[in-house]
């Protein structure tokens, strides 16, 4: 199987519709992979927080549909980053108003959605996206022809338990954009690799380069095997990260080595003592 993680750069002097052709120009240059990774909010930048609900668009908007049609024209699997979703207004509610959440899509071969993921995990404590953006609820998982993917955004890879509930929806391949920066890059190296390793399962981690509303972004997109071996990393820059792997090595090393067969903790409830 062959991935292609395009770690795009967001910097100030490119209007978001610019990048928006620049990237569906690079997603079609990618043609003959199987799948085509973007990175989280490279429409707006993922520190950008003030751009948000200006940049926001409906899930079926001007990104959706571009993306769309690069995968259908390039033929690939596109797991197409991030977006800031707004969602219709309730009822009642001011116009132009409705519900921000960072959603990735995943288009088919044949432009088809495939699946939508809201990011559940949001950054910020008690600022930007934690309190201008919802959170999401539901795992995510789809069925490529060669394995079964598992979806997760950026800050969601400090939570384990989301990618363990991922493997136990049939996940085999971890799939996760990013806005990472660049002052917490060792962590970025860090977790993509025990994920890999906790869940037996490859990590194919796509971040941003450039700065986000002067925040430098780490870049060094990885891909990472289930021993925790990495395949490929990038540099800091804009670049294209593309690599070869073998999704049935999942499958063996969960047979050479049954550790997720040995769980005790989580899988159901504890009992009471006395």
Known sequence: MRAS????AVEEGESVES???????????QAGADLVVLPELWTT?????ERFAEEAEPLEGPT???????????????????????TAADSG??????????????????????????????????????????AGSELVTVRLPETVIGLGTCYDLRFPELFRGLVDA???????????PERRRSHWTLLAQARAVENQSFVLACGTAGTHAGVPQAGHS?????????????????????????PAKVGVTRDQFPALKDRVLGLEPPRRAG
């Open 45 to 49: 930048g993922a520190f950008a927080y």
């Open 93 to 134: 509610s001011a116009a132009g108003s409705g519900s921000l959440y960072n959603t990735s899509l995943v288009f088919s071969p044949s432009g088809e959605l495939a699946a939508a993921y809201r990011k559940i995990h949001r950054f910020g404590f008690d600022k930007g996206e934690a309190v201008l953006m919802g």
């Open 19 to 29: 990048r928006r052709v620049r990237v569906a120009s690079l997603v079609r240059e």
């Open 222 to 246: 990885i891909v990472v095997d289930p021993w925790g071996e990495v395949l490929a990393e990038a540099g800091a820059g804009e670049q294209i990260l593309t690599v070869d792997f073998d």
């Open 5 to 8: 993680l395009l770690q795009i």
């Open 170 to 180: 049939g996940a085999e391949t971890l799939v996760l954009p990013a806005g990472w």
């Open 64 to 86: 959706y549909e571009a993306m769309a049609k690069a995968a259908s024209d390039a033929g690939v699997w596109l797991h197409a980053g991030s977006i800031p979703e707004r």
